[in-house]
């Protein structure tokens, strides 16, 4: 079982009170930062990062203590930076208000070392990116969760369209209608748990352009819609079209021809 203990993650545990002053951290903690438990208990945050590989923004750290502080609520798996003596780690970390007696004497705060997957995901993240389709997370409601803008040219500044419905996206009654249709389909598909497995795709025109659209089902909870801009290959397609015309009209008139 010897295994076991290598893979578990070590959690990072420290106390604060409340000017962001650590009052205590175990020794996990200090191992991850790279210096000796002894000198890290009642020191400032300042000079716990002093010498580490990153210059340490102080007030951030701050302001997530205060939120935690004025609210007494917990903020939880917020991920943020944890500079050490030799390089920057990115931690996942949960912030609990220390009560005494219901008032707020500190806070206790916990982190794990997530490096390694928070580096694959931003990697993942620019691969989704640099894909020629634009890919929108929505829920099942069609409210948008996250954007990938892809090479479609269709969406300029994402920011904008976080929280909006998708319908947003094309204010043409066309497009909402066939997004409720399928996303229709796909809530009932989901109760007879029969959906299918090639996505729910419909194709839409704006005046001077052409799309494809397929919407998945991500995890039970979500929907992702793939949008490809099909312009070129619907002229293509209506150029092969034209030409097949025109091969058949110059077979007709041969055979005419030679029957003649």
Avoid at 63 to 83: G, M, R, Y
Avoid at 123 to 129: G, M, N, Q, Y
Avoid at 186 to 196: E, G, K, P
């Amino acid at each position: 079982m010897k295994w076991q203990k290598k893979e578990a993650k070590s959690k990072n545990i420290f106390i604060k009170d409340l000017h962001n002053n650590v009052v205590w951290l175990n020794k996990s903690f200090a191992l991850a930062i790279g210096k000796p438990q002894e000198t890290l208990i009642k020191c400032t945050v300042e000079e716990l990062f002093s010498g580490c590989s990153e210059v340490v923004d102080i007030n951030s750290y701050l302001a997530d203590d205060l939120e935690v502080i004025n609210s007494k609520i917990p903020k939880c798996d917020f991920i943020e930076k944890l500079p050490t003596l030799t390089k920057t780690l990115w931690v996942k970390t949960t912030k609990i208000p220390l009560l005494d007696k219901n008032e707020v004497i500190g806070i206790i705060g916990m982190s794990f070392d997530i490096s390694d997957q928070y580096t694959i995901n931003m990697e993942f993240e620019l691969l989704l990116e640099s894909l020629s389709d634009s890919l929108i997370i929505t829920d099942h409601n069609g409210i948008i969760l996250k954007i990938y803008k892809g090479k479609t040219g269709l969406i300029k500044d994402y920011n904008e369209n976080i929280g909006k419905n998708i319908h947003s996206l094309f204010s043409v009654r066309e497009f909402s209608d066939k997004v409720d249709d399928q996303i229709g389909n796909i809530l009932s598909d989901i109760q007879l748990s029969n959906l299918n497995p090639f996505g729910y795709y419909f194709e839409f025109s704006t005046k001077d352009k052409q799309y494809e659209i397929t919407i998945d089902l991500f995890n039970h909870s979500k929907l992702v819609f793939s949008i490809r801009d099909i312009s070129l290959r619907k002229k293509l397609d209506k150029f092969d079209h034209l030409l097949e015309e025109v091969r058949s009209m110059n077979s007709s008139m041969i055979k005419s021809l030679i029957t003649e």
